[in-house]
């Protein structure tokens, strides 16, 4: 299907990628934020989560969110309209972001404020795998209603994500999702990835999310924190 030319230009294009990738990352800290990219497959529930995490720490964050869809502003103005802080990308063709349209966001100074940067991708789970955005999290969402073979088909999004939440799960018993087998599926690409089961309607499994993002994101900073220190001294 590719010929080199092809493959060649892929390489270079991820490269820069993760370039820019890296140099949005420091911004980030430098900023004393804590970011995470969020993907799943359109209609896993992102944003819906996005607003029950901003919601459940909004005494302890300031949180921001980037949401990434190809055409409108639906997603963020839902957010908005529940007071949270959220900016748009559009990107147009693109079925994915990528670093350069973080990168112009942070340039512009258009990237939300936050300690806590929540970027919410396109909903794909082919290209966001190969597109690091700068973020110090990756997290994939798995709707209960998507079946529970679908990290198989989708390996390599399964196999680089720190966490895998699995969603709408108020209605697993009416689509026979199979945990054994989707336990089984993860594990053999990711044994290191935490696993999560959550309803936002029924608000099962959400404070738990809730509280290990929240963990993770207290440390990272932490460590931040110190390191500057160090370099100050
Ligand atoms: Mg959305
Ligand atoms: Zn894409």
Not at 13 to 41: C, K, P, T, Y
Not at 86 to 95: D, E, F, H, L, N
Request: proline fraction near 3%; include cysteine; hydrophobic fraction near 40%.
């Amino acid at each position: 299907m590719h010929d080199s030319t092809d493959e060649h230009l892929l390489k270079r294009i991820l490269e820069d990628n993760d370039q820019l990738a890296h140099a949005n990352r420091h911004s980030f800290e430098h900023a004393g934020a804590f970011a995470v990219n969020l993907m799943s497959a359109p209609g896993a529930g992102k944003t819906t989560l996005i607003s029950k995490l901003a919601n459940e720490l909004r005494s302890e964050r300031s949180i921001g969110v980037i949401e990434g869809d190809m055409v409108g502003d639906i997603d963020a103005q839902r957010l908005r309209d529940a007071g949270i802080n959220a900016v748009q990308i559009s990107t147009g063709r693109s079925c994915h972001l990528d670093a350069k349209m973080i990168s112009r966001l942070i340039d512009s100074n258009k990237s939300p404020a936050g300690d806590l940067i929540i970027i919410e991708n396109v909903g794909n789970l082919v290209c966001p795998a190969e597109f690091p955005l700068g973020e110090h999290l990756r997290i994939v969402l798995l709707s209960v209603t998507e079946g529970d073979d679908k990290p198989l088909k989708y390996p390599v999004i399964f196999r680089n994500c720190d966490a895998v939440v699995i969603t709408k799960m108020d209605l697993a018993e009416l689509v026979d999702f199979d945990f054994d087998r989707l336990h089984k599926a993860i594990s053999s690409l990711n044994s290191k990835a935490d696993l999560f089961k959550v309803s936002a309607k029924s608000g099962e499994g959400i404070e738990g999310f809730c509280s290990w993002l929240n963990d993770k994101c207290a440390m990272s900073l932490k460590a931040a924190e110190a390191t500057a220190h160090s370099h100050s001294h």
